[in-house]
């Protein structure tokens, strides 16, 4: 098959992915026993008010009728109301979606950081304590659970040594003293383009902690894939043969041996960007960080079918694409995998 068919065919498969999540999670959520419409009216609802709702929700019709009205505004770009904020569904999701993308994105970073130089000294000290920290350290941050190793954060950053905010995602008195003008909805790049230097710090201080908590998987994920290639690359003659010429040990490592493993790891940093989409629920859960974790949670609480269908769709097709483009990376670094 040719890379172009390739690429053509796992797009259908896709559609047929997304679709078939849409699907199930609509049924699923009518079957909640829950009245939208009473939440739709308010805290004091009457049965005039709640019918009249009903009516306007599609609700009093057949749940296939129901399908059809949501797919069909699906196809125009419409997710529907929320019944808990009374927004459109859309605007929600792209406010908060840009919260999360700027935490995972973080996240990334840190473990990239981490990860590699971890994973190379690992397997260039096989078997020495440096080596057996390492292995340790990884598999404890794929075995520790997320909300376990935040609170413990918390506990030691906020409440002993009173070095970084508990929870948010900047002061809100920051923000009345230095508003920021918001360009890409990333604080962090938009306070720097503009050069709203206060707001950055604070930002960044209240970063720090949600990152590392939620960086602890795929920090773990990446040092043991990087040792583990590093491991075999360096028992390579071309390896052999340049320690005999005397280069030097940190460009053999660094520019050698480490452009032959990384490829791998670059494949597993991209399937943990999407497991941390998932994983950010927990973490923007613990840290009251305005993202699509909250957004989600808040409206599986109250019951706001809209919302969490919308938080689905948008999850499901960050994950598909994802592993889309992981696997097309794969094919093109890789010829010898077959199409």
């Given at each position: 098959?040719r ?8 797009l ?5 992915v997304?679709f078939?999540?849409i699907?199930?999670?609509?049924f699923?959520s ?10 739709w009216v308010g ?25 059809l ?25 792209k ?11 973080f ?6 950081i ?8 690992s ?19 794929v075995?520790?659970?997320t ?15 009173q070095?970084?905010?508990?929870a948010?995602r ?12 918001i ?5 962090l ?9 206060p707001v ?6 209240h970063?720090?902690?949600?990152a ?7 920090v773990?994920?990446?040092t043991?894939?990087?040792r583990s290639?590093m ?6 003659n ?20 480490l ?8 494949i ?9 989409l ?7 859960i ?5 993202g ?9 609480l109250?019951?706001d ?9 948008v999850?499901?097709?960050?994950y ?13 670094l890789d010829?010898?995998?077959?199409l």
């Open positions: 098959m890379y172009r068919d390739y690429v053509i065919y796992r259908i498969l896709a559609v047929f997304i078939g999540v699907t199930v999670v609509f699923i009518r079957m909640i026993p829950s009245d939208p419409a009473a939440l805290a004091h609802p009457t049965p005039e008010a709640i019918e009249k709702a009903r009516k306007e929700l599609h609700l009093d019709e057949p749940l296939l009728n129901q399908y009205y949501y797919i069909s505004s699906l196809l125009n770009g419409d997710l529907g109301v929320s019944i808990r904020t009374h927004n459109p569904v859309v605007d929600d999701i406010s908060a979606f840009t919260a999360t993308l700027e935490l995972i994105l996240a990334e970073l840190l473990a990239l981490v990860g590699i130089p971890l994973g190379v000294y397997a260039v000290k096989k078997d020495s304590w440096v080596d057996n920290f390492s292995r340790i350290f990884a598999i404890s941050g075995s520790l659970p909300f376990w190793f935040g609170i413990i954060l918390q506990l030691a950053f906020f409440k002993y040594l070095l970084l905010p508990l948010g900047v002061d809100s008195v920051i923000l009345l003293e230095h508003p920021l003008e360009i890409t909805g990333l604080y790049v938009d306070s720097l383009i503009t050069g709203n230097i950055f710090v604070n930002a960044l201080h970063i720090i902690l949600p590392l908590t939620l960086a602890m998987y795929p773990g994920l990446i043991r894939q990087v290639m491991v075999e690359v360096l028992q390579e071309y390896i052999k043969t340049a320690f005999a010429y005397g280069l030097p040990s940190r460009k053999i490592y660094f520019k050698y041996a452009k032959n493993a990384i490829a791998p790891a670059l597993t940093v991209g399937l943990s960007v999407a497991y941390t998932t994983g950010a629920f927990l973490t923007e613990i840290f009251n960080w305005p699509l974790g909250r957004y989600a949670a808040y409206s599986i109250s019951m079918y809209p919302a969490v269908l919308g938080v689905t769709i999850a499901a097709t960050t598909v694409i994802v592993n889309l483009v992981v696997d097309l990376i794969q094919v093109y010829p010898r995998i077959k």
